[in-house]
């Protein structure tokens, strides 16, 4: 029916957009959403007072320690040593 026209149309696209995506940026769209989280953390740890936890829970993480292992990742630092060399 009309619906799976559709579905494929959006499957397309999706794939489409994610090949792009990739093609211009050398990253998938998940790799990206993670940057700009860890991004976002990052400007919270430095220009907050709010605990780890809370800026974990803040950037969309359901796990702290998911968000220690990426922040750690990116930034060779764990949140808790980015935000002591920094102050």
């Known amino acids: 029916g009309l619906g799976d026209v559709y579905k494929r149309q ?3 696209s999706k794939g ?3 090949r792009h995506i990739k093609k ?3 990253k998938t769209i998940s790799q990206l ?6 991004i976002l953390a990052e400007k919270y740890l430095s220009e907050t ?4 936890s809370e800026i974990s829970e803040m950037v969309n993480y ?12 990116r930034f060779q630092l764990t949140p808790k ?3 002591l060399l920094i102050k």
């Open 33 to 38: 959403i993670t940057d700009e989280k860890l």
């Open 24 to 26: 211009q940026t050398g």
């Open 62 to 73: 359901q796990s702290e320690s998911h968000f220690y292992r990426l922040f750690k990742k």
């Open 49 to 52: 007072s709010k605990t780890i």
């Open 81 to 83: 040593q980015y935000r």
């Open 16 to 18: 489409y957009l994610s």
């Open 10 to 12: 959006l499957s397309y």
